[in-house]
T-cell receptor, first 115, second 107 residues
Framework: DTGVSQNPRHKITKRGQNVTFRCDPI?????LYWYRQTLGQGPEFLTY????????KSRLLSDRFSAERPKGSFSTLEIQRTEQGDSAMYLC?????????????FGPGTRLTVL | SQQGEEDPQALSIQEGENATMNCSYK?????LQWYRQNSGRGLVHLIL?????REKHSGRLRVTLDTSKKSSSLLITASRAADTASYFC???????FGAGTRLTVKP
């Protein structure tokens, strides 16, 4: 497998529940990004990691959101106490290199629906 | 705030015609990238242009960069129905995307 994978592909949950998504980047990539995308909009940057270090978090990322990349490989994004406004496609991307701005490879996304 | 902002928001052309879409950004950059997203599919990287380049080609794609105007354009020549997608630009500075240009190519 040479691509970025995300699981699950779809998640339906009730408001107030916690959800966790997983992203497996391309194995040799040291950078990993999370984005959120709603219908008709471009991806909104949430956070990114270089290896296991979380280097930047968007102000969009409220305290209900947390992301980890414990061993510098896969990453998880957790949303606590979900709200209907959290319904969106959550995209993960990875890239290699020492600087931001190298080509990013995107996964297929996890579509979250909060009822 | 968005860094890359694309225009027009929507573009509809006939197969075989050329399509041009533009991107503006606010701060100095090292490079600018264009991505495509087909309906229901993930984003795919199309082309990267560095700040010291003015023009770059890849197949039917031609990208220009004007750092003095902080703008870039993507030209797709001899469009095909399969080019129907949303196109986004993003700058290296923070990889923030605009709302994209929705291109429809009619057969």
């Amino acid at each position: 497998d040479t691509g970025v994978s995300q699981n699950p592909r779809h998640k339906i949950t009730k408001r107030g529940q916690n959800v966790t998504f997983r992203c497996d980047p391309i194995s040799e990539h040291n950078r990993l990004y999370w984005y959120r995308q709603t219908l008709g909009q471009g991806p909104e940057f949430l956070t990114y990691f270089q290896n296991e270090a979380q280097l930047e978090k968007s102000r969009l990322l409220s305290d209900r959101f947390s992301a980890e990349r414990p061993k510098g490989s896969f990453s998880t994004l957790e949303i606590q106490r979900t709200e209907q406004g959290d319904s969106a496609m959550y995209l993960c991307a990875s890239s290699s290199g020492l600087r931001r701005g190298n080509e990013q490879f995107f996964g297929p996304g996890t579509r979250l629906t909060v009822l | 705030s968005q860094q890359g902002e694309e225009d027009p928001q929507a573009l509809s052309i006939q197969e075989g015609e050329n399509a041009t879409m533009n991107c503006s950004y606010k701060t100095s950059i090292n490079n600018l990238q264009w991505y495509r997203q087909n309906s229901g599919r993930g984003l795919v990287h199309l082309i990267l242009i560095r700040s010291n380049e003015r023009e770059k080609h890849s197949g039917r794609l031609r990208v220009t960069l004007d750092t003095s105007k902080k703008s870039s354009s993507l030209l797709i020549t001899a469009s095909r129905a399969a080019d129907t997608a949303s196109y986004f630009c993003a700058t290296d500075d923070d990889m923030r995307f605009g709302a994209g240009t929705r291109l429809t190519v009619k057969p």
